[in-house]
């Protein structure tokens, strides 16, 4: 839930530093930012060219917001040495991993020549950034053997997707910096999570969107879907975010830590439960177009080293995920 006003201008009067965030404004983005305003800190964020503020409105005024394109590298040295952060969060991507087949350069021109340029203004700040947290993704692993294998963060990287080259090669480059700078780099190898605000790209929001207008009588009572059979280990945003701050404040630089639920899930027992959740009489059809052109059959990820570490456990049930992003869909449509 988002926090009040007052919790938000009490702990400003005792800010514990500068954070900044890139991508703030993005779905894991704009529940960091509430979760960095709750813990005393003064948020700096940067939003791209033409972004919407939606995922952030009702926290906008108490945020220090910029905009510019993140592939320009003499804006981002310029921002960075500007806001002087104590813990950078670099959050901005293209992070479909449908969208970088048709959209390969744009991909690889965010996620790695951006991350770049976020690296290289850090050097700058060494002595006074704590962390850099990067985000980087399960899909950096690409198919492996045997498939419903329990992934460890030492597991090879063999990315078969625009989008999961993209972050491996993200990866690469972090360990580079800080071995060679010292940069006290963490990578948050994040699994699939959702939950409210998630685009309707993504296949849990494409799926409550179309029940939500289903139930409000705007389209006939039927689901289209893709590719049901491949399996997820799926965990709520607002742990993943959990687990990004206890990176900052207790993760090892260098190093990479599994957010995951430790658990996978096929897409049609998630499709199943919510359907369940409806009251709506819905038939499912199977659209070809949306499968992708490479798949990963199954992810699941270890994430012992991040209890361990970190203290990070998930505490929201699947089930509480899948019911909140389904009303989030619901008053949305609704309004």
């Given at each position: ?107 690889y021109d965010i996620n790695f020549t951006g991350s770049l340029n976020v690296f290289e203004a850090s050097t700058s700040q060494i ?14 692993f690409g198919v492996f053997s045997p498939k419903n294998k329990l992934l460890k963060e030492d597991q090879p990287l063999a990315p ?157 049930k699947l089930s509480e995920t899948l019911k909140d992003t389904l009303d989030f869909w619901r008053n949305t449509v609704r309004q």
């Amino acid at each position: 839930m988002p926090i009040s006003r007052d919790s938000r201008t009490n702990n400003m009067a005792k800010m514990k530093g500068r954070v900044l965030i890139t991508g703030i404004a993005g779905f894991g983005g704009s529940y960091l930012a509430e979760l960095m305003l709750e813990k005393g800190y003064r948020v700096f964020g940067l939003l791209a060219p033409g972004e919407k503020y939606d995922n952030i409105n009702h926290i906008k005024n108490d945020l220090a917001l910029d905009r510019f394109d993140i592939t320009r590298a003499e804006k981002v040295s310029a921002y960075t040495k500007k806001v002087k952060p104590k813990y950078l969060f670099h959050l901005a991507a293209m992070a479909s991993v449908g969208q970088s087949f048709s959209k390969e350069r744009l991909t690889y021109d965010i996620n790695f020549t951006g991350s770049l340029n976020v690296f290289e203004a850090s050097t700058s700040q060494i002595s006074r950034i704590r962390r850099l947290i990067v985000i980087s993704s399960a899909d950096c692993f690409g198919v492996f053997s045997p498939k419903n294998k329990l992934l460890k963060e030492d597991q090879p990287l063999a990315p078969i997707s625009p989008y999961g080259i993209s972050k491996a090669a993200m990866e690469y480059l972090a360990g580079y910096y800080h071995r060679q700078y010292r940069l006290p780099v963490v990578i948050a190898r994040s699994f699939n999570h959702t939950g409210p605000r998630q685009s309707d790209t993504f296949v849990v929001p494409s799926f409550c969107k179309q029940i939500a207008t289903i139930e409000k009588g705007r389209r006939k009572p039927i689901i289209t879907v893709g590719n049901l059979d491949v399996k997820r280990d799926l965990s709520d945003v607002r742990d993943i975010v959990r687990g990004y701050y206890n990176m900052a404040v207790r993760g090892k630089p260098g190093e990479v830590y599994h957010l995951s639920s430790g658990k996978s899930v096929a897409i049609k027992t998630v499709l199943d439960r919510l359907l369940g959740m409806s009251p709506a009489t819905i038939k499912v059809t199977r659209d070809k177009s949306r499968f992708r052109k490479a798949d990963i059959p199954i992810l699941c990820g270890d994430n012992s080293r991040a209890e361990k570490e970190l203290g990070w456990v998930p505490k929201y049930k699947l089930s509480e995920t899948l019911k909140d992003t389904l009303d989030f869909w619901r008053n949305t449509v609704r309004q």
